[in-house]
């Protein structure tokens, strides 16, 4: 597969050479032709911010009281986020604070302090990640109903927004976000070793 990737006409110091002066090709071009080659796997077409945003908006309204519904909060939430963040369409940052943004006052300040015991050299400046803040839910919601609220295609009872699918959707989103989970992370784990040896094709 790298070999395949470092082949690729957008790697290295090759340069566009058109009606302008020539340049070399940068990251996001070499990354995008890396895309191109797995047709599904780019996730633009999937969700949007507002997709994301409806489902914190809708979950703030509708309560998280049990750790069943915390649960399938954070499944919905990571389903969307991890396409905008395989996409280029959402910031770590961003991501944690948003996720945050779903959880009623009165159970983040629960959480909050939960997390201050189990993370004490945590910058007050600073989100706390998602996956902290689920063990820390799971922490203060220990003891309520654990059930979920899934429906046939394996989302939980919010409503967000997909794009319309046909009937065998659900196994081909499941390979889709597999796929594209499995890029992804490889080309993270390129790009570090890339930037350790200062070889990757230009920011």
């Keep these: 597969m790298a070999e395949t990737w470092l082949g690729l006409p957008e790697f290295g110091d090759n340069a566009i050479i058109g009606n302008n002066a020539p340049r070399p090709y940068t990251y996001q071009e070499w990354k995008a032709a890396v895309l191109r080659l797995y047709p599904g796997a780019d996730a633009s077409a999937c969700y949007n911010l507002g997709d994301l945003e409806q489902l914190v908006n809708q979950t703030f309204n509708s309560g998280l009281a049990t750790l ?16 905008l963040l395989a996409n280029g369409k959402l910031y770590r940052n961003e991501e944690h604070r948003l996720f945050q943004q779903g959880i009623p006052m009165l159970l983040w300040s629960k959480i909050v302090c939960r997390l201050k015991i189990t993370l004490p ?3 007050p400046e600073d989100p706390y990640e998602v996956d902290q803040v689920f063990e820390g839910a799971k922490w203060v919601l220990k003891g309520t109903d654990t059930s979920t609220t899934k429906t046939s295609n394996g989302t939980s009872g919010i409503h967000t927004s997909p794009p319309p699918t046909p009937s065998h959707a659900p196994k081909q989103e499941t390979l889709e976000l597999a796929t594209t989970t ?20 230009r920011q």
């Design 68 to 83: 069943g519904r915390f649960s399938d909060y954070y499944r919905d939430f990571q389903r969307i986020a991890r396409w």
């Design 121 to 123: 050299d945590h910058h």
């Design 182 to 201: 499995a890029i992804v992370s490889a080309l993270e784990r390129l790009e570090a070793l890339l930037t350790n040896g200062n070889t990757q094709p």
